[in-house]
């Protein structure tokens, strides 16, 4: 008789890897203090909770990254992390796939596998289209979907101020106009005025719908 054969499924990941654009530019001042204002920023617990289990680790001067089991909070984590080093932007590139090493929970190094290796080819093609978000999952009409999308997103968070993007990030939190007003020290009028101008209801809506389809 045969022996059965029971087919073994990896785990699949998404790797994130984040690159300061034009890092080169940035006067000295500039690029320590954003350094610095990243390191801080990944100690908080959500950088290394929320869906994340490797948390967020700098690794080359100017590039971080992270490994997440699950893609419902990676675009709230990006926009904190945007919000935070603005008017400094960041290439971020996510990657679907298998991890070959064990997850590293301590720091997101040493851990290699086609996640990863997405990622770093989402960074390069970012680097040469001067873009800044990519997906890869291999799902060739799927990346192309979403990375047109992108793309016209790109456009647009170009032109945005530092206060908008910490409108977005609260209201993903699921924060009130009025609270979000209160914190920001703005009016409920300029905040609404920031949600309607950038349509931050569509953007998180479609973040959203690209999150759950990644998770998939």
Same mark, same amino acid.
């Given at each position: +008789?045969?022996?059965?054969? =029971?087919?073994? *499924? +990896?785990?699949? *990941?998404?790797?994130? /890897?984040?690159?300061?654009?034009?890092?080169? %530019? $940035? &006067?000295?001042?500039?690029?320590?203090?954003?350094?610095?204002?990243?390191?801080? @920023?990944?100690?908080?617990?959500?950088?290394?909770?929320?869906?994340?289990?490797?948390?967020?680790?700098?690794? $080359?001067?100017?590039?971080?990254?992270?490994?997440?089991?699950?893609? %419902?909070?990676?675009?709230?984590?990006?926009? /904190?992390?945007?919000?935070?080093?603005?008017?400094?932007?960041?290439?971020?590139?996510?990657?679907? !796939?298998?991890?070959?090493?064990?997850?590293?929970?301590?720091?997101?190094?040493? +851990?290699?596998?086609?996640?990863?290796?997405?990622?770093?080819?989402?960074?390069?093609? @970012?680097?040469?289209?001067?873009?800044?978000?990519?997906?890869?999952? !291999?799902?060739?009409?799927?990346?192309?979907?979403?990375?047109?999308?992108?793309? @016209?997103?790109?456009?647009?968070?170009?032109?945005?101020?530092?206060?908008?993007?910490? =409108?977005?990030?609260?209201?993903?939190?699921? +924060?009130?106009?009025?609270?979000?007003?209160?914190? $920001?020290?703005?009016? &409920?009028?300029?905040? *609404?005025?920031?949600?309607?101008? !950038?349509? $931050?209801?569509?953007?998180?809506?479609?973040?959203? !719908?690209?999150?759950?389809? @990644?998770?998939?």
């Amino acid at each position: +008789m045969a022996k059965l054969t =029971i087919p073994v *499924y +990896m785990k699949r *990941y998404i790797a994130i /890897i984040g690159d300061l654009e034009a890092s080169k %530019e $940035l &006067d000295k001042a500039t690029r320590h203090k954003t350094q610095i204002v990243l390191e801080e @920023l990944f100690t908080e617990k959500r950088f290394s909770s929320e869906g994340v289990v490797s948390p967020y680790t700098l690794t $080359l001067g100017d590039e971080f990254q992270a490994l997440y089991e699950d893609a %419902e909070n990676l675009f709230h984590h990006i926009w /904190i992390v945007t919000a935070a080093i603005h008017p400094v932007k960041i290439r971020w590139a996510a990657g679907t !796939g298998e991890i070959d090493t064990p997850v590293n929970k301590k720091r997101s190094l040493g +851990m290699d596998g086609p996640a990863f290796h997405k990622a770093r080819n989402g960074i390069e093609i @970012l680097k040469k289209e001067k873009q800044l978000f990519r997906v890869e999952t !291999g799902e060739k009409l799927f990346d192309t979907l979403a990375n047109s999308s992108l793309k @016209l997103l790109t456009a647009d968070l170009r032109t945005w101020k530092k206060n908008r993007f910490l =409108i977005l990030e609260r209201l993903c939190s699921g +924060m009130e106009v009025r609270q979000i007003a209160a914190e $920001l020290r703005l009016s &409920d009028v300029a905040v *609404y005025k920031n949600i309607h101008a !950038g349509n $931050l209801d569509a953007v998180i809506e479609y973040t959203e !719908g690209l999150a759950n389809l @990644l998770n998939q």
